[in-house]
């Protein structure tokens, strides 16, 4: 009798946590969801204009910290995230918590920032904060012919400006013509899209020596007529090896088969 009476007891318990767990997996999250935002976009200082880059984080990447969510409490290990970037040196993320944040660009081919030019940005829910910041790239790509069609091939010429920043120069490693069948055309570092076509012969012997002189590029054989996107991609030899980049341009390609 003792031993059934404890049993009931067992099952008694267990059908109580059972429901205690039910109904503490059902009750609300009680955190809200982000809804602050922010939007920015990567001077470069050179020009003037926004920096050229490859999107997603092909390039460099936006780096940022929420200092907020430590309180100061320096003991505590605050994890970064990093924001993807646009093809037009813009940025934006809309669906961030509300508080404070450290803001910086980070490993892309320009002289990395000092901590003290990292920014402190404030966001709040409903509302999207604008950030701005400017870098010095370690080329400047400019255009010398745009790109024509030459055959059954593409051909183009530029020129390349070796900056002076905040560090040492670092030496260019190699240039490359990049051709894609849409307006985001890839970055350098392979992530390409699915219709995009291999970048072209032409990084041969690229050195410092080159600089401010006439370079020509010559891309594979194109096998289709088609609107082509063409931009221009030089790397350094840094940490990070990421690449700059000339503006992008378009031309119509007719092939006769």
């Known amino acids: 009798m003792k031993t059934n009476n404890f049993k009931h007891f067992l099952i008694a318990g267990f059908v109580s946590c059972g429901i ?11 955190y809200d969801e982000p809804e602050a935002g922010i939007e920015g976009v990567i001077i470069d200082s050179t020009t003037g204009l926004p920096l050229e880059t490859a999107a997603g984080k092909g390039s460099m990447q936006m780096r940022i910290w929420e200092s907020s969510w430590a309180q100061n409490d320096t003991t505590i ?46 966001l709040s829910n409903g509302k999207t904060t604008k950030v701005e910041f ?8 400019e255009w010398v012919r745009e790109p024509y069609q030459d055959g059954d091939t593409i051909k183009c010429a530029v020129r390349f400006t070796r ?28 992530q390409v899209t699915p219709n995009a076509l291999q970048p072209g012969p032409g990084e041969d012997q690229i050195n410092n020596d080159k600089e401010g002189q ?44």
């Open 20 to 30: 205690a767990a039910a109904l503490t997996s059902c009750e609300k999250d009680n």
């Open 77 to 122: 290990n605050v994890n970064p995230q990093d924001l993807n970037m646009r093809q037009d040196g813009t940025f934006a993320n809309y669906k961030l918590f509300a508080g404070e944040y450290r803001i910086v660009p980070f490993q892309g081919a320009f002289y990395p920032l000092d901590e003290e030019e990292y920014k402190t940005v404030k």
């Open 134 to 141: 400017t870098v010095t790239p370690y080329l400047t790509l």
């Open 163 to 190: 900056n002076a920043g905040n560090g040492p120069m670092p030496d260019i490693q190699n240039m490359q013509m990049l051709v894609s069948h849409t307006q985001y055309v890839p970055g350098a570092d392979g």
């Open 214 to 257: 006439t370079i020509e590029l010559k891309s594979l054989p194109i096998k289709y007529s088609n609107r082509y996107w063409i931009r221009v991609s030089a790397k350094c030899n840094d940490a990070y090896k990421k690449d700059n980049y000339t503006s992008i341009k378009t031309i119509d390609v007719t092939v006769n088969h």
